[in-house]
């Protein structure tokens, strides 16, 4: 194969295929990718066909197949469009809202330049690291605020991480599962808890004394936020960084949200501008360059994150356990395998 892509070709169905290699456009980058990182709450949802993948005007949207995802990856420059200045055939490269497969053109404002010092597997992880950073944003987090971290996922180990290296005392992490739990401490949090304990929220609450003041919320499910909420201080924030699938919640906002004067702010990773960064409401790639620094500078380390790398051709069976549920590992699939 030229250029193998990895398609959602029918529900609980991944298969790898050849596409024409594209050329690029005026203003576009074509990228060879090197490493491209699975996100396996987004991904997990698309291949089962699952509802509202997507920000659809129309309720319950359905699914549609085939698909492909992807959205964070890195690579080299093969070639660039007329007009791009910023990057060169050659340089290595970060990228967003791109998906899973050997070469594609993307928008040179969504390609990145990676620092010399930087890893292609640090910075396949860019997109997807910018998530739970704009959810901190967001919440306009004051250096020596306690956050807690409600969900062990990929989004919630990265917001652990960032939560620490931007200054965050105490950092808490939330998650039923005892390895997630254990992964947590590992990557820098300073407490985890199970949510589903009767203790929690007070725990929680003597940890942070009264509660935390910064709530990043990755499950999407109802009962998590539920269970955050009564953790979180009076007039705390609470990012919704978890995409739920459904618009049903059963949520005492009146109580647990309106009384207490608790902020909910939608965190989705789309709801950004489009040009221009302000306090709180800063660009895609703003974001991406931020997270950059932090690796070359030494700020943030992912050395260790990244829990398998697989070929291309395990990209069926790969999904096929994804498809299962379940927990899942950070995993990234390397492009370098001759198809």
């Given at each position: ?38 996100s396996a709450g987004t991904e997990r949802g698309a291949l089962r066909g699952e509802p509202n993948m997507g920000l659809q005007s129309v309720k319950d949207a359905p699914a549609v197949f085939p698909c492909q995802l992807g959205y964070s990856a890195a690579g080299t420059v093969e070639a660039v469009g007329e ?124 940890a942070t004394d009264g509660g935390a003041r910064v709530v990043i919320e990755v499950t999407g499910v109802d009962r998590a936020l539920d269970t955050a909420l009564d953790a979180v ?107």
């Amino acid at each position: 194969m030229k250029n193998p892509n990895i398609v959602f070709s029918a529900p609980r169905v991944a298969e790898v295929i050849d596409k024409p290699a594209p050329s690029p456009e005026p203003g576009e980058v074509l990228v060879r990718t090197v490493r491209s990182c699975l996100s396996a709450g987004t991904e997990r949802g698309a291949l089962r066909g699952e509802p509202n993948m997507g920000l659809q005007s129309v309720k319950d949207a359905p699914a549609v197949f085939p698909c492909q995802l992807g959205y964070s990856a890195a690579g080299t420059v093969e070639a660039v469009g007329e007009g791009v200045a910023s990057v060169k055939s050659g340089d290595r490269v970060a990228m967003s809202w791109c998906h899973h497969g050997a070469l594609q053109c993307r928008p040179e404002g969504l390609v990145y330049p990676l620092p010399e010092n930087v890893s292609f597997e640090a910075g396949a992880l860019t997109h997807i690291a910018i998530m739970p950073m704009q959810a901190l944003r967001k919440c306009r987090f004051e250096f020596g605020e306690s956050v807690l971290v409600v969900g062990q996922g990929l989004l919630g180990q990265l917001a652990v991480k960032l939560a620490r290296a931007v200054g965050a005392t105490p950092v808490i992490a939330a998650d039923p599962v005892p390895r997630k739990r254990n992964r947590a401490l590992a990557l820098g949090a300073d407490l985890a808890l199970d949510p589903s304990a009767p203790d929690f929220a007070e725990r929680a609450k003597t940890a942070t004394d009264g509660g935390a003041r910064v709530v990043i919320e990755v499950t999407g499910v109802d009962r998590a936020l539920d269970t955050a909420l009564d953790a979180v201080a009076r007039f705390g924030r609470v990012a919704l960084l978890g995409c739920t699938r459904r618009s049903e919640f059963a949520i005492d906002f009146y109580r647990k949200v309106h009384g207490r004067g608790v902020l909910l702010v939608g965190a989705h990773n789309q709801a950004r501008p489009a040009h221009d960064s302000s306090p709180g409401w800063w660009t895609v790639r703003d974001d991406a360059l931020a997270y950059l620094r932090m690796l070359s500078l030494g700020r943030l380390v992912m050395a260790g994150f990244v829990e398998g790398v697989h070929p291309i051709s395990d990209a069926p069976a790969v999904y096929t356990r994804l498809a299962q549920g379940g927990p899942f590992p950070t995993v990234q699939f390397d492009w370098t395998e001759k198809f």
